[in-house]
């Protein structure tokens, strides 16, 4: 019914920078707050961005400044920029939007984009 699919994922060099997107598709009501998540190997998902219907982002402490969240209401698609990537990057990004569809509201994941840091 309703499918959170990402691009832009990828390998780069340490400094460089990727563009990640997040579409949403289906018979969608409404969209709330959309975010990007990620996990390393080994380690738990944690929130990297999260921005409101509204456009208000937020950022983990630690990723304040090199990442940017961006969201286009009428494309239903969030975009995170990522900027003077590290090593410590690296991870599966994974899109999550609040959402509206049917008869009720869902948290909805997508599949996840493979982000790898390495020279």
């Known amino acids: 019914q309703v499918q959170l699919v990402e691009s832009g994922g990828g390998l780069v060099q340490p400094g460089g920078s990727l563009r990640l997107s997040c579409a949403a598709s289906?018979?969608?009501?409404?969209?709330?707050?959309m975010g990007w998540y990620r996990q390393a190997p080994g380690k738990k998902r944690e929130l990297v961005a999260a921005?409101?219907?509204?456009?208000?982002?937020n950022y983990a402490d630690s990723l304040k400044g090199r990442f940017i969240i961006s969201r286009d209401n009428a494309k239903n698609t969030v975009y995170l920029q990522l900027n003077s990537l590290k090593p410590e990057d690296t991870a599966v990004y994974y899109c999550?939007?609040?959402?509206?569809?049917?008869?009720?509201?869902?948290?909805?994941w997508g599949q996840g984009t493979q982000v790898t840091v390495s020279s």
């Open positions: 289906g018979s969608i009501i409404s969209i709330y707050t």
């Open positions: 999550n939007a609040d959402l509206y569809y049917g008869d009720s509201r869902h948290d909805c």
């Open positions: 921005i409101t219907s509204g456009g208000n982002p």
